[in-house]
């Protein structure tokens, strides 16, 4: 059962190395996520998932230990996903995606070490139905299921913006903060995914797994950071 939840963005400017000067721009956004991590391991889980978007390649499950790097960006840094097992060897294999690197990396910050951590990849394009039925089955896989989710909102919020100005962005991200922030399963399950598509939100499938995980579950929201910087919507959510 779904005991708790973190939604946070997962840029890799989120990591102050890879953001360098500009890191003091995202100190709030980055506070925020460590407050979500902490709902967390107020929950006291006996299974930690994390989820975030990533392409056919990345779809894991990554084991605890998995690697990740930043060396890709041109940043000397390496993550794992939690505590690597003393076995190191078991942890081996493919790095982590971008997204999951990210979550590594808050884990690391929060000195995590309040339940086992396994990592997902979901693809932008798994249907809403399978996103939903991949949630359900992640729900009943634990008594006390936690979920740290991963995942950015639209990227069309200004001209600015990696996918340019779309006046459809902003509605698009005002419908998935209200959701996220009242922990609103079924409106997070009525997101539109083509749309979610053509604004590149790549949050979109990981939000609708989290609410296949929650339906039923309970749990109460609170939105603790809504912003675009870069024209990029990035929402931090706990529910518990």
Same mark, same amino acid.
């Given at each position: 059962m779904l005991v708790a939840a973190a939604v946070c963005p997962c840029p890799?400017?989120?990591?102050?190395?890879?953001? =360098?000067?500009?890191?003091?721009?995202? &100190?709030?956004?980055?506070?925020?996520?460590? &407050?979500?991590?902490?709902?967390? =391991?107020?929950?006291?889980? &006996?299974?930690?998932?994390?989820?975030? *978007?990533? &392409?056919?390649?990345?779809?894991?499950?990554?084991?605890?230990? =998995?690697?990740? *790097?930043?060396?890709?960006?041109?940043?000397?840094?390496?993550v794992r996903l939690g505590k690597a097992p003393q076995d190191v060897s078991a942890a081996d294999?493919? +790095?982590?995606?971008? !997204?999951?690197?990210?979550? +590594?990396?808050?884990?690391?910050r929060t000195q995590w070490t309040g339940a086992p951590v396994e990592g997902l990849g979901v693809g932008e394009e798994l249907e809403p139905e399978r996103c939903l039925a991949?949630?359900?089955?992640?729900?009943? *896989? =634990?008594?006390?299921?936690?979920?740290?989710?991963?995942?950015?909102? *639209?990227a069309c919020r200004t001209v600015k913006a990696p996918g340019y100005l779309d006046e459809r962005a902003e509605p698009f991200d005002a419908m998935a903060a209200r959701a996220l922030g009242a922990a609103d399963t079924a409106a997070l399950a009525a997101l539109d995914a083509e749309l979610a598509y053509e604004l590149k939100a790549a949050g979109r499938a990981p939000w609708?797994?989290?609410?296949?995980?929650?339906?039923?579950?309970?749990? !109460?929201?609170?939105?603790?950071?809504?912003?675009?910087?870069?024209?990029?919507?990035?929402y931090v959510a706990g529910w518990s």
């Open positions: 890799p400017l989120l990591v102050p190395e890879v953001a =360098a000067g500009a890191a003091p721009e995202l &100190d709030g956004l980055r506070a925020a996520c460590l &407050d979500a991590v902490a709902v967390l =391991a107020a929950a006291r889980p &006996d299974r930690l998932v994390v989820l975030g *978007s990533a &392409d056919v390649t990345g779809r894991g499950p990554y084991p605890q230990g =998995a690697p990740g *790097s930043f060396r890709g960006l041109g940043v000397d840094l390496d294999g493919r +790095a982590l995606p971008q !997204s999951l690197a990210v979550a +590594a990396w808050l884990l690391e991949a949630g359900r089955e992640l729900a009943g *896989s =634990a008594e006390r299921l936690a979920l740290l989710v991963m995942g950015d909102g *639209s609708q797994v989290l609410a296949g995980a929650g339906e039923g579950a309970g749990l !109460s929201g609170a939105l603790l950071y809504d912003e675009a910087p870069y024209g990029v919507g990035y």
